[in-house]
């Protein structure tokens, strides 16, 4: 059973900083994309960055800058680094593993940012 499992969510001030994480098995880590999507309540699941297996890279207009995607190859893990959050970032933030038959969510993690 392929598993995502997600941490580090939490409710910090606006300018503050997160970092999430999503721990996956070596098998989905080093031959799929990984990316993280976001949703709050009444909207659709919207994508927020994603990373490739030769380290190719996209940001949603609205986190470039702020967020940073990364990985650790060792701990088969992937992080979403959030700095100079802001309210709007409010929303339960999912990990995603997908390829071109396959596509697998996390559990997801709420983030909270206060005014």
């Known amino acids: 059973q392929v598993q995502l499992v997600e941490s580090g969510g939490g409710l910090v001030q606006a300018g503050g900083s997160l970092r999430l994480s999503c721990a996956t098995s070596?098998?989905?880590?080093?031959?799929?994309?990984m990316g993280w999507y976001r949703q709050v309540p009444g909207k659709q699941r919207e994508f927020v960055a994603q990373l490739r297996s030769g380290n190719s890279i996209n940001y949603a207009d609205s986190v470039k800058g702020r967020f940073t995607i990364s990985r650790d190859n060792a701990k088969n893990t992937v992080y979403l680094q959030m700095n100079s959050l802001k309210p709007e970032d409010t929303a339960v933030y999912y990990c995603?593993?997908?390829?071109?038959?396959?596509?697998?969510w996390g559990q997801g993690t709420q983030v909270t940012v206060s005014s």
């Open positions: 995603n593993a997908r390829n071109l038959v396959y596509n697998y």
């Open positions: 070596g098998t989905i880590f080093s031959s799929y994309v």
